[in-house]
């Protein structure tokens, strides 16, 4: 899949996780999210410096979607700190992807 798809889906399914109200949906889609995140430094094809300024909103909207669902209270304790964790592990994984588009870029 090229990056302009892998963006493209990627916006679709943080735009699903911003309106989902289901706990088990909302866990799901995020998963789907992080692994997805987790898969780019792994894409074929050019990254450019859009794709990635795109892909900094999309972590962050992601991030936003998080703390919104932890805010509004409506989850117990336990999935309020794997989703807190979830946040942690976005951030973690968007240090990697600069890290390596940076590598790319000076190459």
Same mark, same amino acid.
């Not at 911003?18 to 992080?34: G, K, M, S, W, Y």
């Given at each position: 899949?090229?990056?302009?798809?892998?963006?493209?889906?990627?916006?679709?399914?943080?735009?699903?996780?911003?309106?989902?109200?289901?706990?088990?949906?909302?866990?799901?889609?995020? *998963?789907?999210? #992080?692994?997805?995140?987790?898969?780019?430094?792994?894409?074929?094809?050019?990254?450019?410096?859009?794709?990635?300024?795109?892909?900094?909103?999309? *972590?962050?909207?992601?991030?936003?979607?998080?703390?919104?669902?932890?805010?509004?209270?409506?989850?117990?304790?336990? #999935?309020?700190?794997?989703?807190?964790?979830?946040?942690?592990? #976005?951030?973690?994984?968007?240090?990697?992807?600069?890290?390596?588009?940076?590598?790319?870029?000076?190459?």
């Amino acid at each position: 899949m090229t990056m302009p798809l892998v963006l493209a889906a990627l916006d679709t399914t943080v735009q699903e996780l911003r309106i989902e109200q289901h706990q088990r949906a909302f866990i799901q889609t995020l *998963a789907h999210i #992080v692994t997805a995140l987790g898969a780019i430094p792994d894409a074929p094809g050019d990254f450019t410096t859009d794709d990635m300024a795109r892909l900094v909103e999309l *972590a962050g909207e992601t991030i936003e979607a998080i703390e919104l669902r932890i805010d509004s209270g409506g989850d117990g304790e336990d #999935v309020q700190q794997r989703l807190a964790g979830t946040v942690y592990e #976005v951030g973690r994984r968007m240090e990697t992807i600069d890290a390596w588009f940076r590598r790319r870029e000076s190459a």
